[in-house]
């Protein structure tokens, strides 16, 4: 028992310690050009509002990029975007359940399709159509998206810089002082056991490190931190294929380099669970190793999601990613969920600034609960050019400006870049062949013509 009242102490403290590290200096940011999408006719009656289209296109990118826009009866579009390497159509097959909708009655629109969302890339679609509504209604009200969700409690939100590996660790550190470089002051590394295959002895049968190949594993650790500031916070992940001994082994094995955390550690699924929903397992992770503990990118909702992990304290921060988790609304949900908790927020990100200026917005809302939000396209020379109306460098000495002078996501599409990156033809082309319902629970609408149970045809009511 004493033991085990030392080892919280020393997680406590080293939370504290951890999160003090954080938080930063904000750094003004530039200005940028004005929204058209500010000049909505105010005069125009949300009541009458109704949506009429949804239509997509996917960006070739690092991770592709499917971005939808929805359209209603008044000139009024909003944006959204599907999580990155999935595809519009886990979006676009939702257009029927919102066609002729007000966009304003956002719970209402989302609680129809809720039971069409999932975990990992099957969140994309409820989360993308979520990001346009809040567009839409801020455009049409006249604000920002955050202050649909709450208040702005943070002006600029921190960006976490993701590093590819390398299996030279001098080449890996000089990759991260780039980062240094940039102005970036949260950082994060990829650790993969995968990098030790020539290694001697470092790996066993199943991919994963001995005792040895950690001893390697935290050379890499070693040299990033020699190229950083003194304190700064440093993550990782993409470990390999852990279980539960293999990720207490690598937790215990980075506890002296004081992670910021360790990453999505368990891979191993149990009992036909995912393993990011095995709160019991990650419980176990946790309550071994003082390093911090962190999952979530792949998990949607709060209530069959992330409150299991949040109510057990099985982890010290979640990572809901925003395509993923639910959009706006669920993601805000989650993160006030998790401060009650005591549970840090961070955020994965890794596809536009259509979806990133959505999880900046929903960021600012956060409590100081919040670390930092990650960015997969730093050396991506046209990411920030796929969109107008913000400020740019829309990444500014490693902190987003939250857009609070612009209604709804505060930006509009640069049609030309995005043209010339697309994955195939077609931009924001007719999807009549989602105008049907295509994707459905038991629903009947009133009268229907059909065959009734005695085999009849008639356009009545057989059932309710």
Known sequence: MNKQRARWTRRSMFRSATAAAMFGPLFKGTQGSVSAQERVNRNSAPSTLKITDMRACRVAANYDYPLIKIYTNQDVY????????????????????????NPLDIEGNLRRLREFANHG????????????????????????AYRLIGNKNHDRVRIYADTTSHPDPKVYAERMRKRREMGL?????????????????ALDERGVCTEKGLGYLCEYIAAIRDVLPPGAPLAADHFGPLNLNDSIRYARAFEPYHMAWAEDLLQVSER???????????????DATVTPVLTGEDIFGLEGGFQSLLDHRAVDAIHPDIETSGGLLETKRIADYAAMCGVQVAMHHAGSPIGGFAGYHCAATFGNNFLAMENHALDMPWWQDLVTGVPKPIIDKGYVKVPDDRPGLGLELNDDVIKEHLRRPGYF????????????????????PHYDETGKWCNCVTYE
């Open 272 to 286: 036909n669970q995912y393993p990011y929903l095995n709160w019991e397992a990650y419980k176990t992770i946790s």
């Open 429 to 448: 082309e007719p999807t009549g062949m989602f105008d049907d319902v295509i994707v459905s629970g038991f629903r009947t609408g009133g009268p229907w």
């Open 185 to 201: 002051t949260f950082f994060k590394m990829d650790l993969q056991s995968s990098m030790l295959e020539d290694r001697a002895g």
């Open 78 to 101: 909003g944006l959204g975007e599907v999580r990155d390497a999935g595809v519009e159509g886990i979006a676009l097959i939702l257009k029927a359940h919102l066609a002729g909708k």
């Open 121 to 144: 890339r099957m969140g994309g679609g409820y989360s993308a159509v979520d990001m346009a509504l809040h567009d839409i209604a801020g455009k049409v009200y006249g604000v920002p």
